[in-house]
Each structure stands twice: as structure tokens, then as C-alpha cells.
């Protein structure tokens, strides 16, 4: 039986912590983006609350998920760069106004590379 979608995202999400400290490998596309939803969902509602009367409790949580998930969503990056034939040192080219992003950007939405590379089997085999 297959999995609903929201299932999916979970599953996915609870991989992203469970492997925090998983910097070998590949992480597919959908794993990566999946992860980025949830976090960015996550960060939306307390976002709102902040601007409600738990301000102050919201911001100190939102200020514990950022430091919590810091190393996770290095893991994650680094292992779907690997995904993509790239080395996580590319992970750095963030730092670079701008165009850093965009480039990040760009690799973590291209397509794996098919077959085994240096980092790891196909992750679909």
C-alpha cells in the first residue's frame, strides 16, 4: 500500500534528524525539498505566533528549532550534493551575496546522477 503524501513528508522529515550526523551518501531530490517544506512551514507558524501574544515564547522556540536543526540541514545538503556528483565543500558558495544561493539553488534542484558516483550507489537501487 502506498504511502499518503503526508506520510511521506514525515517519514522524510524524521530521516533528516535521525541522520544528523550523516555526511557520506546521497539524499534524493524529493528528500531534500520535502525536508525544506516542512522546515519552512514550521518556520512560518512561529513566525505568526511571534507576532501574537506568545511572542517572546515563540521567538525563544523558533531561536532553539533554527540552532536544533543547524546540523541536520548541513547533513541533508551535503548528501544531496553528493546526489548531484558535487562534493559538499560546494555547501560554502552559500557565503557568496546572492549569487551563492542561486547556485545552491540550482544544484539542489537538478537531478541526481544516474548510477554509483564517488559518494555513494544510486540511491534508487
Do not use: C
Not at 506520510?7 to 534524493?28: L, P, V
Not at 522546515?39 to 513566525?47: D, H, K
Not at 552559500?94 to 541526481?112: C, E, K, R
Amino acid at each position: 500500500m502506498d504511502k499518503s503524501i503526508f506520510e511521506e513528508f514525515i517519514d522524510y522529515y524524521i530521516k533528516a534528524w535521525q541522520n544528523y550526523t550523516n555526511f557520506s551518501g546521497r539524499a534524493r531530490r524529493k528528500e531534500f525539498w520535502y525536508v525544506f517544506i516542512i522546515n519552512l512551514l514550521i518556520s512560518l507558524v512561529l513566525g505568526v505566533f511571534q507576532e501574537t501574544f506568545l511572542g517572546v515564547i515563540a521567538s525563544l522556540v523558533s531561536i532553539i528549532y533554527s540552532l536544533a536543526f543547524i546540523l541536520p540541514g548541513i547533513a541533508l545538503s551535503i548528501r544531496r550534493l553528493h546526489d548531484t556528483g558535487r562534493s559538499g565543500w560546494w555547501l560554502l558558495i552559500g557565503f557568496v551575496p546572492l549569487i551563492g544561493v542561486i547556485v545552491l539553488i540550482v544544484f539542489f534542484a537538478s537531478d541526481s546522477q544516474p548510477g554509483p558516483n564517488q559518494y555513494n550507489a544510486d540511491t534508487m537501487a
